[in-house]
T-cell receptor, first 116, second 112 residues
Framework: DTEVTQTPKHLVMGMTNKKSLKCEQH?????MYWYKQKAKKPPELMFV???????INESVPSRFSPECPNSSLLNLHLHALQPEDSALYLCASSQDSPGANTGELFFGEGSRLTVL | GQSLEQPSEVTAVEGAIVQINCTYQTSGFYGLSWYQQHDGGAPTFLSYNALDGLEETGRFSSFLSRSDSYGYLLLQELQMKDSASYFC?????????????FGPGTRLSVLP
């Protein structure tokens, strides 16, 4: 199984809603990532979890709250978002062992979020 | 800080060879990856260089020169399906984790 699965694929929410994006992988990868991508822009790193601990938080607003319940799951909790937060949210995973690292991120298909 | 540069657009015809360059200035560096992304899709991994030199994977090759902070992706025998955006990404390692920072992307258009 070389897949990263993200749900939902599409999400529309109001600025007062609370929702969550979910990501799952069963490749035994110990690093998991959230990226945000706007149209015609590169993926922009938001959070990195390494061995289920948050290792990188790229100054993301607190209305985005990540959670890593176990080594296979990654969530992104959304609350009080703004219309400018509308984007494609990509989850990815990778091996996190320098000696074994192939430089490859395995991406899910993304969750396309629209904030009204 | 992290800074990567790529050409914004490249156009070529089917069957041709195209080279997409990437220069980087980063505080840390462990390797350079390349990703392809079709419109509406997710990025998919193409190649990775941790050491200087050329890596070949089928029609795609990638080159790295660490001393010049420069790499390129070479696409041969171009096909229409190669029309996509291509991103270079620097792999860095930080305390308790690693980080991949993406370049701005190059949009490749392959013409018949």
């Amino acid at each position: 199984d070389t897949e990263v699965t993200q749900t939902p694929k599409h999400l529309v929410m109001g600025m007062t809603n609370k929702k969550s994006l979910k990501c799952e992988q069963h490749m035994g990868h110990r690093a998991m990532y959230w990226y945000k991508q706007k149209a015609k822009k590169p993926p922009e790193l938001m959070f990195v979890y390494s061995y289920e601990k948050l290792s990188i938080n790229e100054s993301v607003p607190s209305r985005f709250s990540p959670e890593c319940p176990n080594s296979s799951l990654l969530n992104l909790h959304l609350h009080a978002l703004q219309p400018e937060d509308s984007a494609l949210y990509l989850c990815a995973s990778s091996q996190d062992s320098p000696g074994a690292n192939t430089g490859e991120l395995f991406f899910g298909e993304g969750s396309r979020l629209t904030v009204l | 800080g992290q800074s990567l540069e790529q050409p914004s657009e490249v156009t070529a015809v089917e069957g041709a060879i195209v080279q997409i360059n990437c220069t980087y200035q980063t505080s840390g560096f462990y390797g350079l990856s390349w990703y392809q992304q079709h419109d509406g899709g997710a990025p998919t991994f193409l190649s990775y260089n941790a050491l200087d030199g050329l890596e070949e994977t089928g029609r795609f090759s990638s080159f790295l020169s660490r001393s010049d902070s420069y790499g390129y992706l070479l696409l041969q025998e171009l096909q229409m399906k190669d029309s996509a955006s291509y991103f270079c990404a620097v792999r860095d390692e930080v305390d308790y984790g690693q980080n991949f920072v993406f370049g701005p992307g190059t949009r490749l258009s392959v013409l018949p």
